[in-house]
Structures are given as structure tokens and as C-alpha cells.
């Protein structure tokens, strides 16, 4: 389907609940997002998935060259987000869109351990910072708790499989701290190709961190799907 108003090819449809062998992936609704929130306060979790806001730098005059600046937006951050009370209300907001499928081009899903009430994370698929909407990129985490059980790539291998095959998007670009490798190898898996490095805008003790930066498409995703599948 054309888009009219960008020009760009994408089925613009709902999302809904995916199934996996172990897992349920679900529309998010309020009820859980407490819990997906003490996930993220972790320190283990957000660290290379939550990138410091732009708004921050900008409101306090902070530069993202500088190592202590990067410390100082962090730590404002993080006082932020560790604040429920304050963050309730955008949680509500979020949730509202989603329910009324009026930001259902974010593609959001919470992760649940299948026939059971328990949320183990959370995987996105959202637009690309000023690219059309059938560019996109992805995001993923999962409770220190439940890692390294195949939990995040049986997750994204639906996710994607969704948004190729169903949504029709044509490309992702995505990247990961390089000593993040449980973010990177999940990519390498699903069949991304590496395409460089770059800057982040991570930090760890006193260095700025390199994130390696990869690219998948229709084509790479489903030769890889295949032979996943064998
Ligand atoms: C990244 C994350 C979602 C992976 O979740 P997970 O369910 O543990 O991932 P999987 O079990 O599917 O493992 C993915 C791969 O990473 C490897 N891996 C997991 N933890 C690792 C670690 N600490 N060091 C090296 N490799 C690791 C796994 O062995 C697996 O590779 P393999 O199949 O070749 O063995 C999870 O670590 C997380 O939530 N991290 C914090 C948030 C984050 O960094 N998100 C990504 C931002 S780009």
C-alpha cells in the first residue's frame, strides 16, 4: 500500500498479540507497565537501551562530546526515570495511543512468558529518526532474571517476521554498544549484516562508547529465517 502522504510502501495495519513456542508477545496495556518499568530502572537493563535524552543536553547546556557532561545528563536522567509518580503520566498517555491503535506504527509489544501473567520485557519496532515509516528500527530488553535463555531472539524472530512479511517494512538499521554483545548477537542471528562503526552516546567509566552499527532487510531476514528453520 502507498502511503499518500509519504509516498512509501507499508501496510499500515494494527498490531496485534504474536506467539512464540514459549512466549506471547502482547498488545501493552496498562496492568503491566509497572513491572516493565522496574525492569528498566535497572541500571543492568536501561545503561546501553535508554539512551539520555536530547532534551536533557539541550535544557542544561550539556555537550554529548564530553565525558562528564555525558555523566551529568545521565545522572539527571535517571532521577527522572526512577520516579514513577512522574513517569505514570506518560506511561498512561503511551498506553492510551496504543489501545486506540493511534500509535500502532510504533509497534510495541510486551514480552510474556506464554500461559502466564509474567512480563519479562518489552520489543519494539519504531520509526527511524526522520526516515519514512518503512525504515525502521528496534529495541529490545529483558529482565536481568530471565537472560540468556534464547528469550530476546525467539522474540525478535517473530517481531521481524511480522513487520517484513505482514507490515511490509523494507529495511532496519540498528546498533549496539560493542560490549553490549548480547544486543549485537541477537542481530548477527537474525541475519542483520554489519555496516560499521560509530560514536555512541553510551558511556562507562570514563570513555565513550563505540556501538557497532547493522543493517537487515526483507531478503536477509528470511535467508536467515530459513535456515534457522532447517
Ligand atoms: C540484550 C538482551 C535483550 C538479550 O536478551 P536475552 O534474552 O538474554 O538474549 P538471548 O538469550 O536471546 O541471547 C542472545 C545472544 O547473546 C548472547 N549473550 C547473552 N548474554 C551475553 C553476555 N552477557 N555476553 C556475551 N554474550 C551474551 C547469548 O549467548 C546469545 O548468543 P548465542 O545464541 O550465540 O549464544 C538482554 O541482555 C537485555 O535486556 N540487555 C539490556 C537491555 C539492552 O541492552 N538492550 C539492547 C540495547 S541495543
Redesign the pocket.
Known sequence: MIDKESGVYMNKINFKNLYTERLELRIPTMKEQYILWKILINE??NQ??FPTPDRIFVKNNLSKDNIEDLKNARKIFMKQLSDWERQKPFYEKKIEYIQMQEDSQKYTWSIFLKDTEIVI?QITCQPKDNKPDNIRDV????DTK?????????AALTVLDFMFNEVEITDIYT???EI????W??ME?LGFEFVGTKKSSYFKDNEILISKEYHCNKELFLNRKNKLLK
Not at 139 to 142: D, K, S, Y
Not at 180 to 183: D, E, G, L, V
Open positions: 543492568d537493563i546501553y537501551y520485557g529495541g529490545w530488553f529483558i530471565y537472560q540468556g535463555q534464547g528469550f530476546a531472539t525467539e546498533g549496539a554498544a553490549n554483545p548480547a544486543s548477537k541477537i542471528k
